[in-house]
């Protein structure tokens, strides 16, 4: 009873019992308890953290203090492809309330006794920076464009080459842009370097590899680093890669007190690890039963997993492409006897890394609405054209089942209704399945989604109340980057730095109804925070075609 062993007045908790276990043997799996007598498995429970997030309290690493604590602001380049050429400290040293100008080979800081005269300080070093190159938006996307970096194909079956070099086939483009992660708690770390041991209070994803880096840098074993992870202002990736851990730990060794250093908003978007932008080009040949007979995919973009700390380099060396760029590229209708997928990996001026689903959102919106383009070449029902091109596996089995259930619960049709429309896409990812259809408008030049239907396959529920809330939140984040989210690039200076020029979703935006529908085609959980963004932004486009007129095929939508 409540995870102890009773009898009478008497319990035992399971380390006191096993604790006195000499031998054990070996015993044949237990039949596990049918679902209808768990207990918690698949209840809704409340979160432990609400209550704090909801009243404000200071759990996120913004929040974090030591006594006796400096700050610290670190040098960094305004323009991309830019190394430090030579560097003026006089000035920065002799300010008010400076402590120390820290000068290591691969970052320059300054300690003060205030953020505000750390800033200031930082802002007064003369640096000359030199530029490799002067890039433009439109140099990226050319460079980003399939052909031009490195191929390798990433899923086939069958002889997709051979059909799709006839003269009847159907092909479109596609685009997203770079995107930045713009979540609320800017990257930072307190540090406290005292004698042969390092304390560090930040926000990260990745405590062990944290402490490893921190560790290398300082020359300690890792037993004398403490990481003490807080609450994330906004992860979604960014907070993977940690080098203001290893920055902050420096500057507090060479002070020898502890050392607040944390990006501002502009140096937030300056030095994001971005979404890369994507090209995609899809090309399709039908047969005379109006299906398809061979299709492929080519997804250009810049690195996602490659170079990241959860995925050393050589992994990717040895794969040849990046699997964070092709999450969800490759194609999921496996009952098409002809496909294939290619990846065309680029090289960047830029750092991109993960974001939030990776190229799940890009690249379902591409596949995604090549097929209902292909399902109107054919006279279908978008819904029905896919279902005829799933297989019955296990995993074809219940995307039919989530793409059912979302058809069945929109009332799905494809008439224009009062000014509305509705559109569907779907996408497995993680071997999760997600459908959605949405109901949009258009008007003044700018599109509304007034309600989201979602299916979602995820395996064992844990607890339905949180699915809901990771679907809730990816199909918004998803509808941020697809109808307004856009970085740009003028003369190697990244553009906008800050909230307001930087688009996104606001309260407005959010859809009147957001309703989702949890299905278990599996009996173990699966991941559940990024495959409800997937279908969003392709389903999306897919209901503005009959309103409009023309389908979009670049994001964010409402530029397009």
Not at 339 to 362: D, E, I, M, N
Request: aromatic share 6%.
């Amino acid at each position: 009873e409540n995870g102890k062993a009773v009898a009478g007045q008497n319990e035992l908790n399971f380390g006191e019992i096993v604790s006195q276990v000499e031998t054990w043997e070996e015993v044949a799996t237990p039949q596990l308890k049918p679902l209808s007598e768990h207990q918690h498995i698949g209840k809704p429970i409340p979160r432990l953290d609400l209550a704090d997030k909801v009243n404000g309290k200071p759990i996120y690493g913004l929040d974090a203090e030591l006594p006796n604590m400096l700050f610290g602001a670190i040098l960094r380049p305004h323009l991309v492809d830019a190394q430090l050429k030579n560097v003026d400290v006089s000035k920065a040293e002799s300010m008010p309330g400076v402590v120390k100008v820290i000068q290591e080979e691969d970052f320059i800081g300054v300690v003060a006794e205030s953020y505000y005269e750390a800033e200031q300080a930082k802002e007064a070093t003369e640096a000359e920076w030199d530029v490799n190159q002067t890039w433009s938006i439109a140099d990226i996307e050319q460079k980003i464009k399939v052909g031009q970096g490195n191929a390798q194909v990433i899923q086939k079956n069958g002889s997709p080459d051979t059909i799709l070099e006839s003269e009847d086939i159907i092909s479109a483009e596609y685009s997203s842009p770079m995107g930045a992660h713009a979540q609320l708690e800017p990257n930072g770390a307190v540090a406290y370097v005292e004698n042969d041991k390092a304390t560090v209070i930040m926000s990260t994803q990745v405590v062990e590899i944290t402490r490893k880096e921190v560790a290398k840098r300082l020359g300690f074993n890792k037993d004398q680093i403490n990481i003490k992870p807080t609450f994330l202002g906004g992860g979604f990736g960014r907070r993977l890669h940690t080098p203001n851990a290893v920055q902050a730990a420096v500057m507090s060794k060479a002070v020898g007190r502890p050392v607040k250093s944390f990006f501002n908003r502009k140096e937030e978007f300056q030095n994001d690890t971005f979404r890369p932008p994507t090209h995609h080009l899809l090309k399709a040949k039908l047969n005379d039963q109006g299906l398809i007979e061979a299709i492929e995919h080519n997804v250009s973009s810049g690195d996602v997993a490659y170079g990241s700390p959860l995925l050393p380099g050589i992994v990717n060396q040895i794969m040849g492409s990046d699997l964070g760029a092709w999450r969800g590229g490759m194609i999921q209708y496996t009952g098409i006897p002809n496909y294939q997928a290619v990846s065309w990996r680029v090289k960047l001026p830029f750092a991109t890394s993960w974001w939030r689903s990776l190229g799940l959102l890009a690249n379902t919106f591409a596949i995604e609405s090549f097929m209902d383009e292909l399902a109107e070449k054919a006279g279908k029902d978008p819904i029905e054209f896919r279902l005829a091109q799933i297989d019955d596996s296990e995993r074809g089995k219940r995307l039919k089942s989530v793409i059912k259930k979302v058809r069945d619960a929109s009332a799905w049709n494809k008439q224009v209704d009062s000014g509305r429309s509705l559109g569907f896409a779907c996408s497995t990812d993680v071997n999760v399945p997600c459908a959605q259809v949405v109901e949009v408008s258009y008007e003044k030049e700018q599109i509304k989604v007034h309600r989201v239907t979602c299916a979602i396959d995820p395996g064992l529920t844990i607890n339905p109340d949180q699915v809901r809330a990771q679907c809730e939140g990816s199909i918004m984040m998803g509808l941020s980057a697809s109808l307004y989210e856009k970085m740009t690039l003028e003369k190697s200076e990244l553009k906008p730095i800050i909230y307001g020029p930087y688009k996104m979703a606001l309260l407005r935006d959010t859809p009147e109804e957001i309703d989702v529908h949890i299905l278990s085609g599996a009996d173990e959980p699966g991941g559940i925070g990024e495959p409800p963004l997937g279908p969003v932004g392709a389903a999306i486009a897919n209901a503005l075609y009959p309103l409009i007129g023309r389908r979009l095929r670049s994001m964010p939508l409402n530029e397009a």
